[in-house]
């Protein structure tokens, strides 16, 4: 089996890569500590509201990037039980 990465070729890819890295980004400690305060925020810390809403937007751009983005033509072809589409959706036989 092939393993390589698979880097963006669209502009479209690459401003979802950003978009994601910029996420990551957010939830390192410089930008964590913006929100390391004694606050509640709909009754959580506001470090804990932060921690969620990184995980909501990292799982955001996933599901963006899953939508927008179509499966390589090496993938495939190379599982046949993946459509012709390329939707990404398994056939069971």
């Known amino acids: 089996m092939n393993h390589r990465l698979i880097r963006p070729a669209t502009r479209r890819g690459k401003a979802l890569l950003a978009l994601f890295l910029l996420v990551i980004l957010a939830g390192l400690w410089p930008a964590v500590l913006l929100a390391n305060h004694a606050v ?13 809403l990184i995980i909501l937007a990292s799982t955001g751009v996933m599901l963006l990037a899953n939508r927008l983005l179509p499966l390589p033509t090496s993938i495939t072809q190379a599982d046949p039980t993946i459509p012709a589409s390329g939707a990404g959706e398994r056939v069971d036989e």
Do not use: E
Not at 40 to 52: D, F, R, V, Y
């Open 40 to 52: 509640l925020i709909l009754g959580l810390p506001a470090l804990a509201a932060w921690s969620c």
